[in-house]
């Protein structure tokens, strides 16, 4: 029976990717892209934000978590905070 | 992206779900009764109603899969860990579960499924993951604790979509309400006549001691069987080992130093007898263990004790407590046993027998490969069923 079940290290790209960090469409991320992806993700994830691969950073990619991407999630947050504060919803900045 | 006004939401307010199917190890009926509460915690704190649908299409289905599962995300599940659980936006109203998880209800080693339930919901009602710690929608999931499951902003979101709960309805703490029901549901599977519990496929560790006797551990019980195949139990873990917590993750008993070793969380219990050793409990960390082993077992060819997490071993020498070097190691090295194992012990004879749901894997040290494996409730009489 051959050995099955999730490695304990996780490839980051991928795992950036998977979860909204990084694009699926931009094949190769730039530096810049990298590192402000990682730090959304320490971020997101109450961990130092170093926008480096450090072993904490790793260790949280590795944790059991929920497939659903993480995308939007600052911004909706965001705008429910805004709701508190000023009662009303912040207009959509059309692009 | 999405403007506001367009979130995915459902434009009903009384919502029905169904349990399209379950792990075996879990009663139905303790299942039905998590889901329920899983919904709860979103009603009382909205204006929405959910009801379990007995027949025909229901807005939310809750199913679990194995793997890829063609549900057009192309998201395959990924076995023990990793990804546990996903689930979509309104309306399409599906929650996913990876069946290859250890779910587990009431505090026993493994996912708590209440939890993750919990969670999932939120996503079929529209709501995405949040970025505030302790909410039950951050995406790595919360432990079930004693604090409220949902956070302000949980409360928030799901009011922002669906407004608040009308004033007259009955607020129930689905947390309290549960817990008291599964435990009352486990005491009652638990003095059932027949075979003991355990032997339904799933057990929190096992281990051998220095008469042969072989113990399972699962929840706050265990049960013994003795070198003649006398059965006693389920006896209660605190009344031997009062230290303990509820419950454990994994067992050793080493015939090194005629000790017990009990692992859970980030903790390491020993015993002398039903003794706990000064010093104890250490983080495991300290001894350069990771937290949660899938399972331990005194290994008496190397003269340690090993402990299997994930894709790797780990090796501790007793005597000084630390880690040996060199390790861990792939566990690779142990040719044909799988990740994930809830259960080691050595038998009389030299054989090491491991145990993942309801299967059991043979390791030869001679011939350092698995020499045998089958289902152990069937095959292997000293377990007990």
Same mark, same amino acid.
């Given at each position: 029976?051959p050995?099955r079940?999730?490695?304990?290290?996780v490839?980051p790209q991928?795992?950036?990717?998977k979860?909204g960090?990084?694009?699926?469409?931009?094949?190769i991320?730039?530096?810049v892209?990298?590192h402000?992806a990682?730090r959304?993700?320490?971020?997101?994830?109450?961990l130092?934000?170093?926008?480096e691969?450090d072993s904490?950073t790793l260790?949280?990619?590795?944790?059991p978590?929920?497939g659903?991407?993480d995308?939007?999630s600052?911004k909706?947050?965001?705008?429910?905070?805004?709701?508190i504060f000023?009662?009303?919803?912040?207009p959509?900045?059309?692009? | 992206?999405?403007?506001d006004?367009?979130?995915?939401?459902?434009?009903?307010?009384?919502?029905?779900y169904?349990v399209?199917n379950?792990?075996?190890h879990l009663?139905?009926g303790?299942?039905?009764?998590a889901?329920?509460?899983a919904?709860?915690l979103?009603s009382n704190v909205?204006?929405?109603?959910?009801?379990e649908a007995s027949e025909?299409?229901?807005?939310?289905?809750?199913a679990?899969?194995e793997?890829?599962?063609?549900?057009?995300?192309g998201?395959?599940f990924?076995?023990?860990?990793?990804t546990?659980?996903h689930?979509?936006?309104p309306?399409?109203?599906?929650a996913?579960?990876?069946?290859?998880?250890?779910w587990t209800l009431?505090g026993?080693?493994?996912h708590n499924l209440f939890?993750?339930?919990?969670?999932?919901?939120g996503h079929?009602?529209?709501?995405?993951?949040?970025?505030?710690?302790h909410?039950?929608m951050s995406?790595?999931?919360?432990k079930?604790?004693?604090s409220?499951?949902?956070?302000?902003?949980?409360i928030? $979101?799901?009011q922002q979509?669906?407004?608040?709960p009308s004033?007259?309805?009955?607020v129930?703490?689905?947390?309290?309400?549960?817990?008291?029901?599964?435990?009352?549901?486990?005491?009652?599977e638990l003095?059932?006549?027949?075979?003991p519990?355990?032997?339904?496929?799933?057990?929190d560790?096992?281990?051998?001691?220095?008469?042969?006797?072989v113990?399972?551990?699962?929840?706050?019980?265990y049960w013994?069987?003795? $070198?003649?195949?006398?059965?006693?139990?389920p006896?209660?873990?605190?009344?031997?080992?009062p230290?303990?917590?509820?419950?454990?993750e994994?067992?050793?008993?080493?015939?090194?130093d005629s000790?017990?070793?009990?692992?859970?969380?980030?903790?390491?219990w020993r015993?002398t007898g039903?003794?706990?050793?000064?010093?104890?409990?250490m983080k495991?960390?300290?001894?350069?263990l990771?937290?949660?082993?899938d399972?331990?077992f005194?290994?008496?060819?190397?003269?340690?004790?090993?402990?299997?997490?994930g894709?790797?071993y780990?090796?501790?020498?007793l005597?000084s407590?630390?880690q040996?070097p060199y390790?861990?190691r792939?566990?690779m090295?142990?040719?044909g046993?799988p990740?994930g194992t809830?259960? $080691?012990?050595?038998?009389?004879d030299?054989?090491?027998?491991?145990f993942?749901?309801?299967?059991?894997?043979?390791?030869?040290?001679?011939?350092?490969?698995?020499?045998?494996?089958g289902q152990?409730?069937?095959d292997?009489?000293?377990t007990?069923?």
């Amino acid at each position: 029976v051959p050995a099955r079940g999730s490695p304990l290290v996780v490839d980051p790209q991928d795992f950036l990717e998977k979860y909204g960090y990084l694009h699926h469409e931009h094949q190769i991320h730039n530096s810049v892209e990298i590192h402000s992806a990682i730090r959304e993700f320490q971020w997101l994830s109450h961990l130092p934000i170093t926008g480096e691969l450090d072993s904490a950073t790793l260790l949280q990619m590795a944790e059991p978590r929920c497939g659903v991407s993480d995308e939007g999630s600052q911004k909706n947050w965001g705008q429910r905070v805004n709701l508190i504060f000023t009662g009303r919803r912040r207009p959509q900045r059309r692009r | 992206r999405r403007s506001d006004a367009q979130a995915e939401k459902w434009y009903k307010r009384h919502l029905t779900y169904q349990v399209v199917n379950w792990p075996r190890h879990l009663s139905l009926g303790s299942v039905r009764l998590a889901v329920r509460a899983a919904f709860q915690l979103w009603s009382n704190v909205s204006n929405l109603v959910f009801e379990e649908a007995s027949e025909g299409p229901a807005d939310i289905r809750l199913a679990f899969y194995e793997g890829d599962h063609n549900d057009g995300t192309g998201n395959a599940f990924d076995g023990p860990g990793g990804t546990l659980a996903h689930a979509f936006l309104p309306r399409r109203g599906e929650a996913h579960f990876d069946m290859a998880e250890r779910w587990t209800l009431n505090g026993h080693k493994g996912h708590n499924l209440f939890m993750v339930t919990a969670h999932e919901i939120g996503h079929t009602l529209g709501l995405e993951h949040s970025p505030v710690r302790h909410a039950l929608m951050s995406p790595y999931y919360r432990k079930l604790g004693r604090s409220m499951v949902l956070s302000w902003d949980d409360i928030l $979101a799901v009011q922002q979509l669906y407004g608040k709960p009308s004033g007259n309805r009955p607020v129930r703490l689905p947390g309290q309400v549960l817990h008291a029901a599964l435990q009352e549901w486990e005491f009652t599977e638990l003095q059932t006549p027949g075979l003991p519990l355990y032997c339904r496929g799933v057990f929190d560790a096992i281990t051998m001691d220095e008469k042969k006797t072989v113990l399972v551990f699962r929840g706050n019980v265990y049960w013994t069987i003795s $070198a003649e195949g006398g059965q006693s139990g389920p006896l209660l873990l605190r009344q031997r080992w009062p230290e303990l917590p509820q419950a454990i993750e994994a067992a050793a008993f080493s015939q090194l130093d005629s000790k017990w070793y009990f692992f859970r969380g980030k903790r390491i219990w020993r015993y002398t007898g039903n003794v706990l050793d000064s010093g104890f409990p250490m983080k495991t960390s300290e001894l350069g263990l990771p937290r949660r082993p899938d399972s331990a077992f005194y290994y008496a060819p190397l003269g340690h004790m090993v402990l299997f997490k994930g894709a790797r071993y780990y090796i501790l020498n007793l005597k000084s407590l630390q880690q040996e070097p060199y390790y861990p190691r792939k566990l690779m090295d142990w040719n044909g046993i799988p990740q994930g194992t809830n259960g $080691a012990l050595t038998r009389p004879d030299g054989r090491l027998y491991l145990f993942r749901d309801q299967r059991f894997w043979r390791f030869d040290p001679m011939k350092v490969r698995v020499t045998r494996e089958g289902q152990w409730a069937r095959d292997l009489s000293w377990t007990g069923c």
